[in-house]
């Protein structure tokens, strides 16, 4: 359990890659040695961030995986779709540990992988050997682990908010719905009309309805929780601010359970894992509660006049639903407290 | 059908009746002839909006029947509720023409009202005459009428979205589940901590999770289309947005309907109703593409995957979601064409 | 005085073109007949702007100068820096009226174009012919011209802000300081990561400090007002908001001017001007107050204890900045009033 | 030199109290002992803040000041105008060290006081005794002071851009002027129009023109440095975000000195500073840069043409213009580094 670990990180000027540099700055064992860009090699960092100005001064490297090998123990990727699949088995041979911030690695299934992301999978033995990192549920895997899939976004705050009740048999799978919004930044740095200011200030629109590449990852996880295959009607909206995702979640209760019983199921099953917090009676949890934070809060409604229950999981998309994630899965893997370098106060206001 | 009308607005001081008058200004039949604050009276329109400075010269009047009777063939109530209840009858009484935008007189039901507004209800008289004006709904109704419930916001962005589908026995109602998302001006200009911008701004929550006062008025009006009881799953968000309003709406498909079968549907239903837009297949509308407009555009997409179809349904709350729809109700009451002074462009971007 | 008129847009597919064919959409005496895009030609203009839907159903024309001849009386150039230099002379040679809305012909000399636009001038005969089209200032010339110069976005709120008191003589030109802010949209449909949602939002920067093209203008207008040489400091801020800009402007009163004398003095300038709004003392205007309308708001303070006055103007980008001025300057080329088609009501909240 | 510090927090409810929890919480040296409202004692915190639910499990203390004076050896006062005149006499009588984050200790002249706060002075004991903790300039006063008048968020901004310029007398300081820009939470909780969402969003305003109470203290600082009276021209603007203030200043140069020579002479002034980072060449900052962090950044463009210098200082107003620089000047205080606890890298985006 050595205290003291170095860090590549690969895609350091994209949103999850600036965050998991604000965030490892912050963690006492661990050094960021090497800030990577294979389009930017070269060039300061704070070139392409000025808020890390005399934060982190370093030059960004080219993607040199011999180079990284000499540098660092653990590697992150927070790379487009596609990196990761090709690069992730070298960082492995070169005797690193790498967390895959991407959604290469997610999809057991290759054929579905290539179905939702129209790009080639990764090898069958990388798909296999990954490990599904969504901390609070799969953790013993990921304890020993040297390659880790971290969970999408919407993954992460829908499975949370869902995988309880499943597992216990409380509601009917086959009536999943999910009403998801996120905030612009999940879109990442890279230009579109549809992050271009003025186009989304001010509005909110629906996308991708059934069609986005997270439904296999949030299908896959709650079909293994559920024994048996599960598909649900996803929707993803784009709200206009930058961080937070919310996952609003209906499904018929099965036999009577309160919106109470429903609290202290959730409680239960997440005593002791202090980024999951659940809300009391008549309270649902807003994004920004959890605005640069690794919290994930939850809140409940059962309805009597319908028999359904309405579930509400907040999450910051780049800290619980990308690097903060990562980083608490890196703790795991270390044998470390999942909270070390990550307990701290949600920005508020 | 005269083309000459008086209006007088109660109310004058809050967002629904500014955007009556930024409307009626531009009506060709209807002059403002009396703008009416009870707190507020003898002060000039523009100290309290400034943004009509020199557009309204008015000196805001007292609430006297008498003196507006005098004054004005017809009145716009846009005031909280509990006020139209007790106002409406001695309007009438005075020969005036009712358009009142408040939710007092929309229940039949004075109990339903009673339970979710938490207030006295109108008198059965007052029930019984008034009028639901959905326009494109009801409009028949609307015809002749002199006393108008004008729709709800959430209503209005959801009734227009599932009555076609309800009607033709396309989905089945038990199954219907409504995830609504409301800009903050909903909320109006009375001070709050859940409108004080710190706290909304960069935040996305969920409020009253089946407890909205727009439940009952969505049932009882999908309940007379279906033909018996409907109840739904409802819930409401704040979205950091002024205006707009969507409704994402879930439901199972009875029989088996297409994507496209739905928009045809739905565009015969609203055949020559200009301010309902049906999109083509696989787009979806967005709030800001009706901004400032009168226009409810709504999109679908059923997945063969879970037998289900979503609808998305926009509007401008303040328009179509409130003074629009009376003017166009007021059009329709008159006879005159429904478009009258409300057909222009959303403002973009 | 024909009050029936074709027109042509050219640059449909930018904000200023989509906001030609709104406020053209409610002109009582214009027809739009072609929307012109030289990159989408073909295309529907829905499909760009999905908002028009059903408002304009006309497919994008190619740009084709014999083409418009045939279908327009005048044409508005809502283009890109460099276009209108080369295609006004074609199109004044057609017969053609022109609107530019672009910044190619403001400037008579042709060094100070090249200077601070970095590109080649129009032809002097142009820069000679076209007309300064700050309505409230110079309509006199507007007037009668076929070919009118319409004024940048900061320069419109500045030199109305500022004019009266050079032309007084109540400020010294030369202690002139320029603080303006705008909202996005100036930035245009054009993607960049200056105008990038997760950058933008929640950020207020400054840029192009002393720098920025519209400052040869301003001096141009005020010089000409003056009568001798003046130059200027200007900042400009981009602040997350779609519309508006404001312009802070300071300067050392020459003589003893009150802050009520400025309100007069600006009051008698602009008498029977009904798009600038003078504010009363102790009142200053807000963007928002001016949001979807032509009005130009301006207030006032003269501080005693450093003899200088600080000027606050405010205007809509889009409508006086932009596509409303354009339509202003139609109506006095044509000799209607020049409020025709433009005298509605901000948008608020 | 002490590594282990309790500390009471009065005004526990507001934002300045919850930015303190925030930091404080991440401090090593520093635990929080006591959480304080008025006028909500016996609640528990989180029902006020929900973001710090199972963070801070504190109920909310009384405001008694033996209890205080029993539990912690610090205080930080969050309190409105008015208040610490009062209380800070007693808290220090009792043996507690005080940093006040509100304005009532920061004028040296209880008239100055009186004048622009409409207010009661603090006795000349209190205002004799307390030192203006603008770390970077003041911060040799503050070590070893038990009462800290923790400056103004405006100030901090303005003072950190214009001290070392009129020090090395490289501008004239009666050419001053300040224009300033704040976003909405330095308006702090509690509810009015001005801090209405629909009315603050998508709008930019001026207010309080030569006439914010943070004028005389500006002034006071500057007038200290120049070793005469200094007046300036002074405005703030309400900017549609949450976090972030710029001050961007106006002066005339005095002697020739390039920009390159002020980013010199301000990298000198503040070498060793780790919370002051001068931008290079052509580079202004933005309110962004630093949101979450105790950055103050600073950038400079001298205009040739004008003989003016531009600079651009931005902060986030609820840190180093509050909660941050409070703590900043605790470690100061006690002697620790400076940066203890406080150098994290901003949250971006």
């Avoid at 992730?88 to 041979?93: D, E, F, M, Q, R």
């Avoid at 990192?133 to 992460?156: H, M, Q, R, W």
């Avoid at 908010?161 to 919004?181: E, R, Y």
Wanted: hydrophobic residues 40%.
């Amino acid at each position: 359990m050595s205290q003291n670990m170095r860090a590549a990180i690969i895609g350091a000027t994209g949103y999850g890659g600036a965050e998991l540099i604000r965030l490892l700055q912050a963690h006492p064992y661990v050094q960021i040695t090497s800030v990577i860009s294979t389009s930017n090699a070269g060039a300061p960092l704070a070139e392409h961030f000025p808020h890390l100005q005399e934060v982190v001064v370093d030059i960004l490297d080219a993607l040199d995986v011999e180079l990284i090998a000499g540098k660092a123990d653990v590697v992150f990727l927070a790379t487009p779709a596609g990196v990761s699949a090709e690069l992730s088995p070298k960082l492995l041979a070169a005797g690193l540990k790498v967390i895959d911030i991407s959604g290469d690695l997610r999809l057991k299934s290759a054929s579905d992988y290539e179905k939702w992301y129209k790009k080639p999978a990764a090898s069958e033995e990388a798909l296999a050997r990954s490990i599904y990192g969504l901390s609070e549920v799969f953790g013993d895997e990921v304890k020993g682990s040297d390659l880790i899939a971290n969970p999408g976004c919407y993954p992460t705050a829908t499975l949370l908010g869902l995988i309880p009740a499943v597992k216990a048999g409380w509601i009917d799978p086959s009536t999943i719905i999910i009403d998801a919004k996120s905030g612009v930044s999940g879109a990442g740095r890279g230009l579109s009309l549809t992050a271009h200011y003025s186009e989304v200030n001010e509005n909110l629109s629906a996308y991708k309805i059934n069609k986005h590449q997270h439904i296999p990852e949030i299908e896959q996880a709650l079909s293994r929780i559920a024994g048996k295959p599960v598909v649900t009607t996803f929707t993803t909206h784009l709200v206009p601010m930058t961080r937070g995702i919310m996952s609003t979640m209906y499904a018929t209760v099965q036999g009577e359970h309160s919106t109470e019983e429903f609290i202290e199921l959730y409680r239960q099953f997440y005593e002791g894992r202090k980024f999951v917090r659940i809300r009391q009676q008549g309270k649902y949890p807003a994004t920004k509660e959890v605005m640069g934070s690794n919290f994930c809060d939850i809140g409940f409604a059962v309805d009597e006049r319908t028999g359904r229950v309405t579930i509400v999981s907040v999450i910051d998309n780049v800290v619980k639903g990308a690097a903060g994630q990562a980083i608490q899965n890196l703790n795991i893997m270390q044998g470390w407290d999942e909270t070390t370098g990550l307990l701290f106060a949600p920005v508020y206001p």
